[in-house]
């Protein structure tokens, strides 16, 4: 069993260093993380896996409406962990994709 993750934990430079540790010199030339804002408002992630420890694995696909503001969506697919949520739900999704890549390890 995983230890849970502390949410006051830093994650944004938990994901740092995850991009890091993919570098190599080629992986960082075709793949890479992608974070934008979205209209409806919220956040959209991009994540690639490809060529990582993670390629293969499985993952269950997240679909949580708490409200309007309040929700998160994640999932796998060609090679990306894709992660959407609400405005004040960027956190979340970064801990959606910690909590996979951390237990697939």
Known sequence: MSKPIPFKQ???AWIED???RQ???DWEH???IKVETSDNPGWI???DYVGTY???RNFLTV????SENDWLKCRIESGKFKGSGGPRNLAEVLITFRHW???QT
């Not at 679909?63 to 708490?66: A, G, T, V, W």
Request: charge should be negative; charged fraction near 35%.
């Open 30 to 32: 075709e793949y890479g």
């Open 45 to 47: 992630v991009e994540i």
């Open 54 to 56: 993670l390629e293969g």
């Open 18 to 20: 995850w991009f890091t």
């Open 10 to 12: 830093d994650h944004l």
């Open 23 to 25: 570098c190599d010199g």
């Open 63 to 66: 679909d949580i409406e708490r």
């Open 101 to 103: 890549a951390e237990t």
